[in-house]
């Protein structure tokens, strides 16, 4: 068998995806979190436990040579409401878990948010060396956990990896839980219902398909050079309307309603991935592609 991976939050969108990948790549895989996925992922080990208890949190580190943060209990779209919960709680947890996987020496990824962290950036596509300005609690909790990697880092001569995702789309995913354009697109134009856009829909976003996503995090997990943080991103900016116009071309009729602009919402974040592309060989999945591989798996799954 390969090294053992724990995925915390494995039962999420990006966790499931990633268990696929890692299953296929023989790695062993455990899946911490506190519900089971309504699809389990064969050869998988679901241990069901809370991210906040720390007895159950060491327990399932044990023999663990790679752990996946994959879980946030704050999105964009409440952590105005939410941020104190978001500070309190993922901030000072994820803090231990640094400590335990320190002492423990395991390696671990963090995905972190591209999409929040930056915030409104002059320069595009936004390097990892940009400034971060977050103008949301969400990114400012991420960024307040990578600050504290870095210094684990420092302190501790380790490589905890900071994976900064853009919008991943595909298979999986829900809107519902607060992100996902596409997945809310797609869904409602199949439900034929209307599409709820904040602003003018010219908000330009980076977008990239899931299996994108999860076969750079597979690249990380053995990457040993100099970076700690890496945007995973495509290096393309769409808005909202050129998607509504690229479903439009699939022969869907997505119907829009436009509603007051946010203030937790950037207008324009597009994410150079040179560093990853570096690393990272393979060619990535052009949007008009992905949305029909995602609208074909909807269909198929009658979602
Ligand atoms: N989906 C995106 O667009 C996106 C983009 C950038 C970064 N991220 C980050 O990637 C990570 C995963 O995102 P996702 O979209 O897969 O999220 P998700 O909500 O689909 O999955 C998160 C999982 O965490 C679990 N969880 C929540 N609280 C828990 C607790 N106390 N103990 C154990 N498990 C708990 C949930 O049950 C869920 O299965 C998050 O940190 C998110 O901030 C997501």
């Not at 809370?50 to 952590?79: K, Q, R, W």
């Amino acid at each position: 068998m390969g090294k053992r991976v724990l995925i915390i939050g494995g039962a999420g969108f990006i966790g499931t995806n990633l268990s696929e990948h890692l299953i296929k790549s023989n790695m062993e895989v455990f899946c911490f979190d506190m519900s089971v996925p309504a699809k389990k992922v064969e050869g998988v080990r679901y241990i069901c436990g809370d991210f906040f208890d720390d007895y159950s949190l060491m327990e399932a580190l044990e023999g663990i040579d790679y752990v996946v943060h994959a879980l946030s209990t704050v999105n964009p779209g409440n952590s105005n409401e939410k941020y104190l919960q978001g500070y309190e709680r993922d901030f000072i947890q994820t803090t231990k878990l640094c400590k335990m996987i320190v002492d423990k020496k395991i390696r671990m990824i963090f995905l972190s948010s591209g999409g929040t962290v930056y915030g409104n950036q002059e320069i595009q596509p936004i390097s990892e060396d940009a400034l971060p300005r977050p103008i949301n609690h969400y990114g400012n909790v991420k960024l307040c956990i990578e600050n504290t990697i870095r210094t684990f880092n420092y302190q501790a001569h380790t490589k905890i990896l900071i994976a900064r995702i853009s919008n991943p789309y595909g298979p999986g995913q829900d809107f519902n839980k607060g992100v996902g354009f596409i997945d809310a697109a797609l869904k409602k134009t199949i439900k034929e219902e209307k599409i709820e856009i904040w602003g003018d829909g010219n908000n330009i976003r980076d977008y990239i398909y899931i299996d994108d996503v999860c076969r750079m995090l597979m690249v990380l997990f053995t990457y040993n050079g100099e970076f700690d943080t890496f945007n995973l991103s495509s290096n393309v900016g769409t808005s909202q309307r050129d998607i509504i116009e690229m479903l439009q071309e699939m022969g869907l009729k997505p119907q829009v309603e436009y509603l007051s602009a946010r203030s937790v919402d950037a207008k324009k974040i597009i994410l150079n991935n040179g560093r990853i592309m570096s690393v990272h060989k393979n060619a990535l999945i052009p949007i008009r592609d992905g949305l029909r591989e995602y609208y074909d798996w909807l269909l198929q799954k009658k979602i």
